[in-house]
């Protein structure tokens, strides 16, 4: 696991400059992330410096676990997304961050109505 619970807020990259790839995150550390407010203002920062608008933890949080449900289709990946984020129980990420507007969510279950008539009765 790599945030324990007594762990600080959120975990700090390491980045290293490769002349191929830019930057690229080499490992964790805990040290500077050990309020709200340092990642609040770390977060504000890098996206403003990039030219973004501001987001907050909660922001980049939402938006971390809504890029990644096109990615994860097993319980394991999206179990992942979760224990990275620092939450110790999956249903604080999918009640949390999951949130489905009515028209993905009629896509999501008429893909799965398409798939259930496409595969043959194993009974």
Same mark, same amino acid.
């Given at each position: 696991?790599?945030? =324990?619970?007594? *762990? %600080?807020?959120? /975990?700090? *990259?390491?980045? =290293?400059? !490769?002349?191929? $790839?830019?930057? =690229?995150? &080499?490992?964790?550390? @805990?040290? /500077?992330?050990?309020?709200? %407010?340092?990642? @609040?203002? +770390? &977060?504000?920062?890098?996206?403003?410096?990039?030219? $973004?608008?501001?987001?907050? /933890?909660?922001?980049?949080?939402?938006?971390?676990? #809504?890029?990644?449900?096109? +990615?994860? !289709?097993?319980?394991? #990946?999206?179990?992942?997304?979760?224990?990275? $984020?620092?939450?110790?129980?999956?249903?604080?990420?999918? %009640?949390?961050?999951? @949130? $489905?507007?009515?028209?993905?969510?009629?896509? &999501? &279950?008429?893909?799965? @109505?398409?798939?259930?008539?496409?595969? /043959?009765?194993?009974?």
């Amino acid at each position: 696991m790599l945030i =324990q619970r007594d *762990a %600080d807020v959120a /975990p700090f *990259a390491e980045m =290293q400059v !490769s002349p191929e $790839l830019g930057f =690229q995150c &080499i490992g964790l550390t @805990r040290a /500077p992330y050990s309020s709200e %407010d340092s990642l @609040r203002k +770390f &977060i504000k920062e890098a996206f403003t410096s990039a030219g $973004l608008p501001p987001f907050t /933890p909660h922001g980049l949080r939402n938006t971390l676990v #809504q890029m990644s449900n096109a +990615f994860c !289709s097993t319980p394991e #990946q999206i179990k992942a997304i979760s224990m990275n $984020l620092g939450h110790e129980k999956i249903s604080t990420t999918i %009640d949390d961050y999951g @949130r $489905l507007s009515p028209e993905p969510q009629g896509e &999501i &279950i008429k893909a799965m @109505r398409r798939k259930a008539k496409d595969e /043959p009765d194993t009974e």
